[in-house]
């Protein structure tokens, strides 16, 4: 079956390791978009960050933001908004001040650091989004529109960090428990865990947009690496996982292609999608 839409996520599989898109990827995604499918991002970051990479690329379609909390167009134009309840944001972030664990949260399409610590600026860096320190008090007021909140620990953004694995794996049992059918928990690269409303998933963000465009959910292509692309290469009807990813998404998918550092979008595009 012909594909008619691409989705890729960014981090671990579009972007290198340092967080750029390599000229090949670029190249081949152009290639998709004049061979006619529709290629889309689909990422657990802000719109305004993963705007920008789709401006690199030259797309204006609907981008899959915040794990799918937020669908919108490069022209702004809004396809789906799903936030997490002003009264769950504020538990969470009263329960995260108490716990002593550092929270950020995405209000408005906008960040906000309770504290600013080493990790907040790696944030800011990998991102390219300046964030607001509020302190705790004052992260508890920013509950409006809240697509994301996201727990980030001391391995995040260090090649080595290992060591708060287990504390991760904690915080995740211990939050997923606390506020089961209040959000959704996932782990998305090592040292962050996101939280987004119940109903928010990238594979629901592939089901609106296929609805919204007319074709069948087997005429998309998925590609990912990390948790919480699982959904989305589960529900896709063909899935790609990286070289980078880890044993599970890589028996969940359908084809397994080069690392994100050696330019595995372009070889899944050309190869599965492109057929050359």
Excluded at 165 to 170: A, D, L, T, Y
Aim: charged content about 25%; proline content about 1%.
């Amino acid at each position: 079956m012909k594909i008619k839409l691409f989705a890729t996520d960014l981090d671990g599989t579009l972007l290198t390791s340092d967080d750029k898109i390599s000229s090949k990827n670029i190249q081949a995604m152009r290639d998709a978009v004049n061979a006619g499918i529709m290629v889309t991002l689909a990422t657990g970051r802000m719109y305004s960050s993963a705007v920008q990479y789709a401006r690199q690329i030259d797309i204006d379609v609907p981008l899959i933001t915040y794990n799918g909390a937020l669908i919108k167009a490069t022209s702004g134009r809004v396809y789906n908004e799903k936030y997490i309840k002003q009264s769950v944001v504020k538990e969470i972030v009263a329960y995260c001040a108490q716990k002593q664990w550092y929270l950020q949260v995405n209000s408005n399409d906008a960040l906000y650091f309770p504290v600013y610590l080493e990790r907040s600026a790696a944030y800011e860096k990998s991102t390219g989004i300046k964030g607001e320190t509020v302190g705790w008090q004052g992260l508890g007021q920013k509950n409006e529109n809240v697509a994301k909140m996201l727990l980030v620990t001391e391995d995040y953004g260090k090649k080595d960090g290992t060591e708060k694995i287990q504390e991760e794996n904690e915080m995740l049992y211990e939050l997923t428990q606390k506020f089961a059918g209040k959000v959704m928990l996932v782990k998305s690269k090592k040292g962050l865990i996101e939280i987004v409303n119940p109903e928010v998933s990238k594979a629901n963000a592939l089901h609106i947009l296929a609805g919204r465009f007319g074709f069948s959910i087997e005429e998309v292509m998925a590609i990912g690496d990390a948790d919480n692309d699982l959904p989305m290469l589960e529900a896709a009807g063909k899935s790609v996982a990286m070289g980078n990813a880890a044993a599970n998404i890589k028996a969940a998918c359908d084809y397994v292609v080069g690392t994100n550092d050696d330019d595995g979008v372009a070889e899944a595009i050309y190869k599965y999608v492109l057929n050359k």
